[in-house]
């Protein structure tokens, strides 16, 4: 009984630990956004009153509704777009079944492993060809067919019944109005984990922008930050107030979403 | 005569549907890697290319930068993957005990540092292990060190703090998906292993970690992938120093693509030493899970 107790202790402390390490970052940037620099090296704790003199001193260096409005648009345009193929292909991929199709799948999962550093340079020339450069459309188009999510509705459709589709089609439904209205609201928790991991993806993506987007007026909020650190003398408070502001947003749609997220995970891993 | 027709729209739908990936994925995915086979076969500088032959291979023997980032790659490798997965299984483990109290704050706390992106949480870890920073601030008050880390500055602590960035963000992630691969397993048969006496390390031994094994093999393919492919944080948080300490491949190519002379051909070149990577790891991997299988 005894070491069953201990036994437990152990789990708690473990996660006690676990779960201070995960969140003391997130609690540092916080309040290292209201701090001044110096302040923050010296490793103060508590919430300080230069959060309005860091915003200012952000904003002289960054235009920042520019620059997270580009972030956003890339982030939602991106989604929106992603969703749509994607769920598309992995309905069909699963729907309607075929040799050659099944095919064409293994091979879009063993691309799967091919690394980005291995499509960068002829993606570069094909945009500087196009004339796209420094264009939202360059950093958009590239990623949205994403074998991935393709790959993870497929996974979700293994759970929508048959019997649903085949009921519409009783009734004299066309198969884009099955997708539309029997399909997409039967799998919303699909969609909504799936639009975390998109979102999350877009909005924080680095390398791929950092190629494409040359101006600072098109730059997105992760291009800014990581020129802000790479500053001689780093002003912390104008850092961590410029992280915490490029994790509000995906941070609240992961609590926005959260049991969707979780449940849909839940529909992949099956 | 129905039937075909019948066939025949199931064959336009199928098409229909997956037609528009399939076309992206052709122009963005299939395309470029087809050109990026050919540009590996090219010499030159910029835009004047020629038809090099296997110059570039040759190259790559010869190259300390590239053993150097395969090196550090490797070493990134085979410390943190294991730290991380070990240290996410335990944590799902933990989780899936239904009597356990506030599971939910725990879990959602554990998946918190998976929202931020890489560049903030590099930003974050650059302030904190600067030599001035928290971290040694902490560790000078608690007594454990008596001067301050250069954790920045010295090739050994630079690794560290890399593989600790690493190790805080993608933990939560392989947790999930274990929490939900275990919440999938059958709790009839740890109730029968409990009836037997099985003690619950034998228990996690031999029942959890095999049903577990396929996530286990995809979580590990996924940290091999992403392993091989860090970027954000090296390039943000130690620019690959000091001394190409922590500098990777990616970052390298990187480097030879836009920031030395470009150098594209011998960039795909390196890229595909990636991918080959990537591939017999994968392989080397399944072959593993598949042994661990049939012997069981």
């Given at each position: 009984m005894s070491l069953a107790l201990l036994r437990r202790g152990v789990v708690y402390v473990f996660l006690s630990v676990a779960t201070f390490l995960s969140v003391f970052p997130f609690y540092w940037m916080a309040v290292g956004s209201t701090n001044q620099s110096p302040d923050i090296v010296r490793g103060k704790l508590g919430i300080g009153s230069n959060l309005l003199v860091n915003f200012q001193h952000l904003m002289t260096q960054v235009d920042l509704p520019r620059v997270f409005g580009n972030s956003f648009l890339i982030a939602v345009v991106s989604t929106v777009l992603t969703l749509v193929i994607s769920s598309f292909a992995g309905y069909g991929f699963e729907m309607f079944r075929s040799r050659i199709r099944e095919r064409i799948f293994q091979l879009l999962l063993l691309l799967l492993s091919i690394p980005f550093a291995a499509l960068m340079v002829p993606l570069f020339v094909m945009i500087s060809r196009a004339q796209l450069n420094n264009t939202f459309t360059a950093v958009i188009l590239p990623g949205i067919a994403s074998i991935f999510i393709v790959f993870y509705f497929r996974q979700a459709t293994k759970a929508f019944p048959r019997e649903l589709r085949d009921a519409a089609r009783v009734d004299g439904l066309k198969e884009w109005q099955i997708f539309l209205f029997v399909y997409m609201p039967t799998m919303r928790s699909t969609y909504a984990a799936a639009t975390i991991i998109i979102f999350m993806n877009a909005w924080n993506n680095y390398l791929w922008p950092l190629i494409v987007l040359q101006t600072p007026e098109n730059k997105t909020i992760t291009l800014v930050i990581s020129t802000l650190t790479a500053a001689y003398t780093p002003d912390y408070g104008v850092i961590l107030l410029a992280t915490v502001l490029a994790t509000a947003p995906t941070l609240v749609i992961f609590f926005v979403l959260q049991r969707q997220f979780v449940q849909g995970m839940l529909g992949a891993v099956k | 005569m129905a039937k075909t027709r019948l066939d025949r729209s199931e064959q336009i739908n199928g098409w229909a549907f997956v037609m528009p990936a399939l076309v992206l994925l052709g122009l963005f995915m299939i395309y470029p890697i087809i050109w990026s086979l050919w540009m590996s076969f090219q010499v030159g500088r910029g835009a004047n290319f020629s038809f090099g032959g296997l110059a570039n291979i040759q190259r790559l023997a010869n190259d300390?930068?590239?053993?150097?980032?395969?090196?550090?790659?490797?070493?990134?490798?085979?410390?943190?993957?294991?730290?991380?997965?070990?240290?996410?299984?335990?944590?799902?483990?933990?989780?899936?005990?239904?009597?356990?109290?506030?599971?939910?704050?725990?879990?959602?706390?554990?998946?918190?540092?998976?929202?931020?992106?890489?560049?903030?949480?590099?930003?974050?870890?650059?302030?904190?292990?600067?030599?001035?920073?928290?971290?040694?601030?902490?560790?000078?008050?608690?007594?454990?060190?008596?001067?301050?880390?250069?954790?920045?500055?010295?090739?050994?602590?630079?690794?560290?703090?890399?593989?600790?960035?690493?190790?805080?963000?993608?933990?939560?992630?392989?947790?999930?998906?274990?929490?939900?691969?275990?919440?999938?397993?059958?709790?009839?048969?740890?109730?029968?292993?409990?009836?037997?006496?099985?003690?619950?390390?034998?228990?996690?031994?031999?029942?959890?970690?095999?049903?577990?094994?396929?996530?286990?093999?995809?979580?590990?393919?996924?940290?091999?992938?992403?392993?091989?492919?860090?970027?954000?944080?090296?390039?943000?948080?130690?620019?690959?120093?000091?001394?190409?300490?922590?500098?990777?491949?990616?970052?390298?190519?990187?480097?030879?693509?836009?920031?030395?002379?470009?150098?594209?051909?011998?960039?795909?070149?390196?890229?595909?030493?990636?991918?080959?990577?990537?591939?017999?790891?994968?392989?080397?991997?399944?072959?593993?899970?598949?042994?661990?299988?049939?012997?069981?």
């Open positions: - | 300390a930068l590239l053993i150097k980032a395969l090196t550090n790659t490797t070493i990134f490798f085979f410390i943190q993957v294991p730290i991380m997965i070990v240290l996410a299984l335990l944590l799902a483990v933990a989780l899936n005990d239904p009597t356990l109290k506030f599971r939910g704050l725990f879990r959602t706390a554990l998946f918190l540092p998976c929202v931020t992106s890489l560049i903030a949480y590099s930003s974050l870890f650059k302030s904190m292990f600067s030599t001035d920073g928290i971290i040694n601030q902490a560790l000078l008050t608690l007594h454990v060190i008596g001067t301050p880390i250069p954790w920045l500055t010295d090739p050994f602590w630079s690794r560290v703090v890399i593989i600790t960035a690493i190790t805080w963000r993608w933990t939560g992630y392989n947790m999930i998906f274990y929490l939900a691969a275990l919440q999938n397993v059958d709790k009839s048969i740890y109730e029968a292993a409990r009836i037997d006496g099985i003690p619950a390390w034998a228990r996690f031994t031999r029942i959890t970690i095999p049903m577990l094994k396929p996530v286990i093999l995809f979580t590990t393919i996924l940290s091999t992938i992403g392993t091989l492919q860090l970027f954000d944080e090296v390039n943000n948080i130690t620019q690959g120093g000091p001394g190409n300490a922590t500098l990777t491949l990616s970052m390298y190519i990187y480097n030879l693509t836009f920031r030395m002379m470009p150098s594209f051909g011998y960039s795909a070149t390196v890229s595909w030493v990636i991918v080959v990577i990537v591939a017999v790891l994968s392989f080397i991997q399944f072959m593993i899970a598949r042994d661990r299988r049939r012997a069981t």
